[in-house]
């Protein structure tokens, strides 16, 4: 385990953490005005291995070999020219800082952004170490400035990463639907009329990355899921965004405790380890691999048939029904990928470079207006 100090004068800046891999949502937009949770399981930190956050440049102002260099081989509106390896955690994991006045507005809605650069400082020596965002449609999180702080380790032994076997014992599935939030509402907290029931969106940003590696797994050729609640997630894109025809690939979901996937398989959609970020890959690997954050990739093998939903009447904020009197709600729309996971990784994905895939990219606001991304 690990605390984060001050870069300047060494006060203690956190509790003890353990490090897991950066959620695929960290810096996902959902939609306008919306009240998202904490990003970040308290008592974990995770690190942001690009550049994020201010100054910013734009694509006009960034040579394509300086882009492919930083691993981005399509266009893009800016990239950051930020320090990379922020590390995120939950706020109220944080010690001894305080806000700065002067920058705690900067670029906001209904609360922090972090437009602005760091808006949050030691409470010791007043240097700026972190940036809180609360803002609407935003993960709450503490961002720590890489270049501002320490990380030293702490007595005592850190667990070892669950084992696949054990994850599949131990570890949780990520609901596809969930209450959604907005935010301001006059009603008070954990009143129904508060909430409506939607697509996770952490299910959007894990579809938004995984539909990228998608289409280059299917090299222009139409692909099939499985169906259910994957094809419900998946095929709607797929159909549309790829060239009918025949000869199309198969994609299917493999992973721990799961039959061993036919030899013939072009398309695997596999977990990723929750804590080291490894993708589960069979032991000879001759398919494309396509990551799904394990909690939801737990839930497409084994998903719960009851989750809890919300009570008419008043509940203290963030409680659930689980007596399942009340069936499940369904959200009011077809399911659609996060349109920024998919371009960020996607644009990351070296063959973008193929004309077909360009021309995809360009061809987006359209797809956006189509409920697709």
Known sequence: MFVFVCGRCGAELTIPLSQVTLPVHAHQKY??????????????????????????????????????????????????????????IAPGDARRTVLIPENRGGGYCCGLDGADGPNVACVECALPVASRIDDCSLWQAMWLAPNAVRRLPVDGVDAEPLSWTDLMTEGKGTPPFEPIAAWGSRTGAGHWSNYWWSWSPQWEAAAGRALAHLLVASEARPVVVPDGLVGEVFQRALDTLLPAGPLARRAVLA???????????????????????????????????????????????????????????????????????????????????????????????????????????????????????
Request: hydrophobic share 40%.
């Open 31 to 88: 939609g306008n005005g919306i009240q998202l949770p904490v990003l970040m399981e308290s008592g974990t930190f995770a690190v942001d291995s690009e550049p994020w956050g201010p100054p910013w440049r734009t694509w006009e102002e960034i040579h394509p070999n300086e882009a492919a260099a930083r691993g981005v081989y399509a266009q893009v509106y800016a990239l950051s020219d930020g320090a990379p390896g922020a590390i995120v």
């Open 255 to 373: 992973g721990p405790g799961q039959p061993s996937p036919h030899r013939s398989t072009d398309i695997l959609l596999v977990p990723t380890h929750p804590q080291t970020g490894q993708v589960w890959g069979p032991a000879d690997p001759a398919a494309y691999l396509v990551p799904l954050p394990f909690g939801v990739w737990l839930w497409m093998v084994s998903p719960e048939p009851n989750p809890p939903v919300p009570t008419s009447g008043s509940l203290p904020d963030g409680v659930l029904r689980d007596d399942f009197d009340t069936p499940a709600l369904l959200p009011g729309r077809l399911f659609w990928a996060d349109r920024g996971v998919f371009q960020h990784t996607l644009v990351r994905l070296p063959a973008v470079r193929k004309p077909w895939l360009r021309e995809l990219l360009a061809d987006l606001p359209q797809h956006n207006r189509a409920g697709l991304l």
